[in-house]
């Protein structure tokens, strides 16, 4: 296996800021020296997620998660350590080193993700060459682009729009010539590869053929799929000809239902006042990019689902809603609200909730960004939008019609955990559907009250593997032992680490837990004058436990006026810890001496003499 040289993992930390990395993946905000965010590991709606660039680490406050910047690049891509150095090496223009005769990672010693994502980009790369290519197919897409879908050539070429040719492999033998393995080929999604052939150019059969190419990124901007639209090239032998758009099948990088289009771009541009603007389809996004609305994404060709929110939090909070207005696009608003409401997000609706013409692609590119504005002037908020969609004219409702869009409109209030909202859901509905406030407020808190005994009479489910499950840290777990506290100690004031290893009995620390452990191997790195400072620590770790601990410990500075007095407090306590049992089976033995003749009560009583003189004497630092 390489082995990536100390020299170069240092230099990684010292160049790269952290804040430029999590950044990718969080929106951060300045709070003091820190930087603050949602966190990008579990789903929360207030932000306990800290970053230090001064320090290099990371910490969520709310499930522990901390680390420095390889450790967030591991955990956010799924990288291997060598995998993520390569990443940020690549990405920082930082090169990689190895130790002599280690050499750089083979092809097969990289994780099948990674080459995926490799296999993606050179795609992409070929798809978009096509596109601009003085080649029929290239010549006919543009032409396709720039007068049938009025996009333009700029537009292309910032989105790498690609081409598939009708017919070919050119693609399938590019790859081969990069020697990617026959897995990352099989699972790429790229092709149709026949069953138990061997892996040569014959065995291959394009999914892409004869249309215009959409690179589909991930939210840190890597290509991990293509959305793939029919032209008048598409052959007749497609097996799915006729379908309009086709998108790649889902792969080790690629799950539609946890991806939103134009994420990794939009996510830039949010913030008060600009909200991420949700359309139906990624050309209707293209379109909104095209005039300067540079926020708006689109699911991946299927209904929103509750992981592309979750993530679309960690961002921003504030999400107009911009659908079709026919009535595909109102159900699958309908569809929208009760998720983005149980999400925490703020919504509106943009054209109302009976329009049956607005198309943004054909708004935007008839009117520009002034379309955006004159929708925007009359856009709805969730619950004007929610009663109107379920009951157009309340005016002329019956009084069981209203009760049933009433029971309705509860089930959606249900969803929205805060008490305040949830009031003012209930008094907009009120208005709008020219009820008394008191009567619809009594109906919604007798559904709350049923629907909370539904949901305390049902077992717990137990958790799927889809289900994120966020385990205590071990450093909240253990905090309290006296090894935590020695533990911090000498990492913040790394001076008293020669001292403690030479009065500190080894044997008494306990390593059934990493706090035990890790002080054990750092106080003997002190002994042996072999200690690497606090900022070097990364050979001195062995799991990833470990790391988190170290990385939680590391990112804040404690509140110790006297560190020795801090130190000399936790070696009372392990010292009491170690000997005190001792004393109670000297104590026990020593009550049996009647009836056990092989028990030496003069060793025991001078033994236990000892160590009770120990006890009334607490170990303690030697003093300076």
């Avoid at 990617?180 to 999914?207: M, P, T, W, Y």
């Avoid at 929205?416 to 208005?431: D, N």
């Avoid at 799927?464 to 966020?470: A, K, L, P, R």
């Amino acid at each position: 296996m390489p082995v990536i040289k100390p020299t170069c993992l240092r230099d990684v930390k010292l160049r790269v800021n952290i804040v430029d990395v999590v950044g990718r993946v969080a929106t951060l905000r300045k709070a003091g020296s820190r930087f603050k965010g949602l966190c990008p590991f579990h789903n929360e709606k207030s932000p306990s997620f800290h970053v230090d660039p001064d320090k290099g680490f990371y910490k969520c406050f709310g499930c522990g998660k901390a680390g420095d910047v390889i450790t967030f690049v591991r955990e956010t891509e799924q990288l291997t350590f060598t995998e993520a150095m390569e990443t940020l090496g690549k990405r920082f223009g930082i090169p990689i080193e190895y130790e002599e005769g280690s050499g750089g990672p083979s092809r097969e010693e990289r994780s099948l993700r990674q080459e995926i994502f490799d296999i993606h980009e050179t795609a992409a790369e070929h798809f978009h060459q096509v596109f601009k290519s003085a080649s029929p197919t290239g010549d006919w897409m543009r032409a396709y682009w720039t007068d049938k879908r009025r996009f333009t050539h700029e537009l292309a070429d910032e989105f790498k729009i690609g081409a598939a040719e009708p017919s070919g492999n050119e693609l399938a033998a590019t790859l081969l010539r990069k020697k990617h393995s026959e897995d990352a080929l099989r699972q790429c999604g790229l092709f149709f590869i026949r069953e138990g052939s061997v892996l040569g150019l014959n065995a291959f059969k394009s999914r892409f053929r004869g249309r215009l190419m959409i690179p589909i990124r991930d939210h840190q901007g890597r290509v991990v799929a293509f959305t793939a639209r029919q032209t008048d090239l598409t052959p007749e032998d497609d097996p799915a000809r006729e379908a309009k758009y086709v998108n790649s099948p889902e792969t080790p990088i690629f799950s539609k239902s946890n991806l939103l289009f134009n994420l990794d771009r939009a996510r830039s541009h949010v913030g008060e006042g600009k909200p991420f603007v949700l359309v139906e389809g990624q050309l209707d996004s293209l379109r909104s990019w095209s005039v300067g609305l540079k926020t708006a994404i689109a699911p991946q060709g299927t209904s929103i689902t509750e992981g592309q929110l979750i993530l679309l939090r960690r961002y921003h909070t504030q999400v107009e809603c911009f659908f079709d207005g026919d009535s595909a696009g109102q159900k699958a608003a309908l569809r929208f609200l009760p998720m983005a409401l149980k999400a925490g997000l703020e919504v509106r609706f943009l054209g109302g909730a009976t329009d049956t013409k607005i198309d943004p692609d054909l708004l935007f590119l008839e009117k520009g960004l002034a379309g955006y504005d004159q929708v925007r002037a009359g856009a709805l908020s969730a619950m004007a939008f929610a009663c109107r969609a379920l009951l157009p004219s309340p005016e002329t409702a019956t009084p069981e019609q209203k009760a049933r869009i009433a029971a309705e409109l509860h089930a959606l209030i249900l969803n929205v955990e805060s008490a305040v909202a949830r009031s003012q859901f209930i008094a907009e509905a009120a208005s709008i559907l020219r009820l008394p406030l008191s009567a619809l407020q009594q109906d919604f808190d007798s559904q709350r009250l049923r629907h909370e005994r539904q949901q305390a009479s049902r077992p717990a489910p137990a958790p799927t593997e889809t289900q994120e499950v966020v385990a205590p840290p071990t450093q909240i777990a253990t905090k309290d032992t006296p090894e935590h506290h020695l533990l911090l100690t000498i990492l913040h004031f790394e001076n008293i680490g020669p001292t403690l290893a030479r009065t500190l009995p080894h044997e008494w620390i306990d390593l059934a837990h990493p706090a035990g452990s890790l002080l054990n191997r750092f106080l003997a790195e002190f002994e042996q004058n072999a200690w690497p400072g606090r900022d070097h620590l990364d050979d001195l770790l062995e799991t990833a436990e470990e790391r988190t601990l170290v990385a939680s410990l590391l990112f804040e500075t404690p509140k110790i006026d006297d560190p020795v007095k801090v130190v000399n407090f936790g070696l009372a306590l392990i010292q009491s810890r170690s000997l005190e049992p001792r004393v109670r089976q000297i104590e026990l033995a020593l009550a049996n001496t009647a009836s056990d003749s092989n028990v030496d009560a003069n060793s025991l009583f001078k033994e236990l003499l000892d160590i009770k003189r120990q006890l009334r004497a607490p170990l303690r630092l030697p003093a300076a």
